[in-house]
């Protein structure tokens, strides 16, 4: 049997979500006798890291991503005598010489008209617009739906009610990184994120982007009215420039508190189990997550998590976070004087962090992703 995995873009410096859920997938794919797999990536050779596994053989072409998925993508799986293409990252090609499985993370951009959100950029609204049209017009066309929390699995069942009569959905959860863990941080290891990203110790994390469903404004907001009443407290935002959080603050906010407003830009995810547990608390309240990875780095760091009360964070995090009305800015900011001055509840909430965040593992995901791939072939 031959496996075509779609993950194009494992190989990109700067990572996000997906990105990670496809690499770890591949890294942890168990050895099935008579299986070979095969990884799609869009990517010059020069990019390509062709020692990732051994046992795997990747496939790299640079292509504009339409072009790349619709055309290359399906010619390279007929080319190869593909049994199954497992398409990570909720597109798919139309036309496939054989079955596919889609991995649908979420459906946020079928909720809204991407064209209509003023909020996002004009690469998000393309993207959003592509991965629109695809799973509205075309989802018929693909064999199996996995998708990542019980949450996500029955909002695409509800919007999509026929089609999930005669097409499988399957909920497999994402798993957690084996670098994130609570051991004691070193001095050297302080020292280096340290003098890399200029921060010391008393600090809240929130890993921001600019995709209004990340609720970075209203969270901002928040830590605002938290520092008024906590003078030693600062805020480390990573992946957003100082410009957008500039806009994203009142306009007559004291520079006190703006100095305490840090923007690190991209954090490498190596140094962010460091950074983690160099911190006091870990801050999550998006409007939307299908899953919220983040929130299992941060419990399995032992570090206090802050979520909202909305989507699947309920579902992952349960009773081992705060959770807050994202929309609510009083509420985080009350969460965060918790985290910030209750000794008691922060250990509580390390305690029981640890062992939900011990729950998930990538290995885990990736031979659930295997049982199917033998099943349903």
């Known amino acids: 049997m031959k496996i075509g995995i779609e993950a194009q873009r494992i190989f990109r410096e700067k990572k996000h979500g997906m990105d990670f859920v496809a690499l770890e997938l591949v890294k942890n794919l168990p050895k099935v006798e008579g299986t070979e797999y095969f990884i799609f990536v869009n990517a010059k050779l020069s990019e390509v890291n062709f020692g990732l596994r051994e046992d795997i053989q990747i496939v790299a072409k640079k292509l504009p991503y339409p072009l790349w998925e619709q055309i290359w993508l399906p010619i390279q799986s007929k080319k190869l005598n593909i049994n199954v293409l497992h398409c990570t990252a909720n597109t798919f090609p139309i036309v496939s010489p054989c079955k596919v499985f889609l991995t649908l993370h979420d459906i946020i951009f079928i909720e809204t008209n991407p064209l209509k959100n003023g909020d996002y950029s004009a690469y998000q609204k393309l993207g959003n617009l592509y991965r629109r049209i695809l799973v509205k017009y075309f989802l018929k066309n693909v064999d199996h739906i996995i998708t990542v929390s019980d949450f996500e699995l029955n909002n695409i069942k509800a919007r999509f009610q026929r089609l999930s009569e005669t097409i499988t959905i399957n909920r497999i959860y994402n798993g957690v990184g084996e670098h994130f ?18 921060v010391k110790q008393d600090f809240v994390v929130f890993l921001g ?25 600062r805020l480390v935002v990573g992946d957003l420039a100082g410009n957008f959080l500039n806009n994203c603050l009142p306009a007559d906010l004291e520079e006190g508190i703006r100095s305490r407003i ?32 983040p929130l299992l780095e941060g419990m399995s760091c032992g570090v206090p998590v802050i979520t909202s009360n909305t989507s699947s964070m309920p579902e992952i995090a349960q009773e081992a976070a705060i959770l807050v009305d994202p929309n609510n800015k009083n509420e985080i900011a009350n969460a965060l004087e918790q985290v910030w001055n209750n000794k008691s509840l922060v250990e509580t909430l390390i305690s029981k962090g640890k062992q939900r965040g011990a729950s998930f593992s990538w290995s885990k995901m990736a031979k659930q992703y295997a049982t199917l791939y033998t099943q349903l072939t």
């Open 209 to 233: 982007n600019t995709d209004p469903k990340k609720n970075t404004k209203n969270t901002l907001n928040a830590f605002v009215e938290f520092a008024k009443n906590n003078v030693e407290a």
């Open 262 to 293: 840090i923007p690190l830009g991209y954090i490498e995810n190596k140094d962010l189990p460091i950074l983690l547990k160099m911190s006091r608390a870990f801050l999550y309240p998006s409007q939307r997550e299908s899953f919220g990875i």
């Open 181 to 198: 863990e609570s051991s004691t941080l070193t001095v050297e290891e302080k020292n280096r994120i340290e003098e890399k990203y200029g």
